[in-house]
T-cell receptor, first 114, second 109 residues
Framework: DVKVTQSSRYLVKRTGEKVFLECVQD?????MFWYRQDPGLGLRLIYF???????EKGDIPEGYSVSREKKERFSLILESASTNQTSMYLC?????????????FGPGTRLLVL | DAKTTQPPSMDCAEGRAANLPCNHS???????VYWYRQIHSQGPQYIIH???NNETNEMASLIITEDRKSSTLILPHATLRDTAVYYC??????????FGQGTELSVKP
């Protein structure tokens, strides 16, 4: 079974702090994704990556950056956390190639920025 | 991008079939219909997908109308653990899953 793990289930940070959210998948998937989920807004794509060192902006990249130095690991970085970045963050991975591949999600990280 | 329309909520009795509808009238010929669900406080979980034909797996069945403008996800014998938000998604050319509001299914004893 595909396993996608995220470094923390719950995280509390202060405004202005630099925050790292890590995601690791164990199925050699080429594609990795970061979403945030907020009540009433559904899931929104922040960034995705089709390969090591490649990144593409999603629908709401402002205030975020990403890093993909290894195939299995995709990091989301909040350079200077703000209260409006309080959210549930979800990582996902999928195989490369066909656009209609199934995405496998991690358990999520609930981030609270005070 | 093809948009989907789902009822915001549905109830189902435990042990009965849950039929979750989805409208996607602007779907294009090469777009698939995907269904995911999200149990409270967990990440989304893939259920099933299809293009034109009906599909069945160990979790559910997917019925797609001949004109492909709508589909129905069927959970044949719903259990309490099937209580979740169910998302019907049509994949666009960019390959990005776009999650809407989904249908909140409550399975009741």
């Amino acid at each position: 079974d595909v396993k996608v793990t995220q470094s923390s289930r719950y995280l509390v940070k202060r405004t202005g702090e630099k925050v790292f959210l890590e995601c690791v998948q164990d199925m050699d998937h080429e594609n990795m994704f970061w979403y945030r989920q907020d009540p009433g807004l559904g899931l929104r794509l922040i960034y995705f990556s089709y390969d090591v060192k490649m990144k593409e902006k999603g629908d709401i990249p402002e205030g975020y950056s990403v890093s993909r130095e290894k195939k299995e690991r995709f990091s989301l970085i909040l350079e200077s956390a703000s209260t409006n970045q309080t959210s549930m963050y979800l990582c996902a991975s999928s195989l490369a190639g066909a656009l209609q591949e199934t995405q496998y999600f991690g358990p999520g990280t609930r981030l609270l920025v005070l | 991008d093809a948009k989907t329309t789902q009822p915001p909520s549905m109830d189902c009795a435990e042990g009965r079939a849950a039929n979750l509808p989805c409208n996607h009238s602007t779907i294009s010929g090469n777009e698939y219909v995907y269904w995911y669900r999200q149990i409270h406080s967990q990440g989304p979980q893939y259920i099933i997908h299809g293009l034109k034909n009906n599909e069945t797996n160990e979790m559910a069945s997917l019925i797609i109308t001949e004109d492909r403008k709508s589909s129905t996800l069927i959970l044949p014998h719903a259990t309490l653990r099937d209580t979740a938000v169910y998302y019907c998604i049509v994949l666009n050319q960019g390959g990005k899953l776009i999650f809407g509001q989904g249908t909140e299914l409550s399975v009741k004893p």
